[in-house]
């Protein structure tokens, strides 16, 4: 069976927390650390709810009816900053090299051009996360700017956050 994408529903909340408790477990490409990740059931719903509103998405990747991937996008609510809004993308190991990433992205692509008022696709990568990059470049995303040395996974070891973007309108 194939990959569904489809918009996230409130009951998908727990299915949803443990699908970011394996990706934080074996990625080093979230902010987020796992134990600093604690969301409960009820708030993971009302996340949900947020961007079920326009101007904003959440979608899932499943696979056998098991989420595997999501996106989520929010629109800045923001009056000067209303035209754009950014996205993030987790996608669990073993489901990448599958094409997932690009069913999502496109995804969202398409919704982008049609939601009132956006004209602006933003996202923020870390910059040894070469496989993403390499996504958001296929789908025409550009390097807006780089915070250096943003994250520190310890002493020694710290990794730029790339801005990139892309015009929809």
């Given at each position: 069976m194939g990959i569904n994408i489809r918009p996230a529903r409130k009951e998908d909340a727990l299915q949803l927390i443990e699908h970011t408790k394996i990706?934080?477990?074996?990625?080093?490409?979230?902010?987020?650390?796992?134990?600093?990740?604690?969301?409960?059931?009820?708030?993971?719903?009302?996340?949900?709810?947020?961007?079920?509103?326009?101007?904003?998405?959440i979608i899932v990747a499943e696979k056998d009816g098991k989420i595997v991937g999501n996106?989520?996008?929010?629109?800045?609510?923001?009056?000067?900053?209303?035209?754009?809004?950014?996205?993030?993308?987790?996608?669990?190991?073993?489901?990448?090299?599958?094409?997932i990433g690009s069913k999502l992205v496109s995804y969202l692509l398409d919704w982008a051009q049609?939601?009132?008022?956006?004209?602006?696709?933003?996202?923020?990568?870390?910059?040894?996360?070469?496989?993403?990059?390499?996504?958001?470049?296929?789908?025409g995303f550009q390097e807006e700017g780089r915070k250096v040395k943003f994250v520190k996974f310890s002493d020694t070891h710290y990794e730029d956050e790339i801005i990139m973007y892309k015009f929809v309108k």
């Open positions: 990706v934080l477990n074996e990625s080093t490409f979230m902010l987020t650390t796992p134990e600093e990740f604690n969301t409960s059931v009820e708030d993971e719903e009302k996340w949900i709810e947020n961007h079920i509103k326009p101007g904003n998405l996106l989520n996008f929010k629109t800045s609510k923001r009056k000067r900053l209303s035209h754009l809004g950014y996205f993030g993308v987790s996608i669990q190991e073993t489901y990448c090299n599958q094409g049609e939601e009132p008022g956006l004209e602006k696709v933003c996202l923020e990568v870390f910059s040894h996360n070469e496989r993403a990059i390499h996504l958001y470049k296929k789908f």
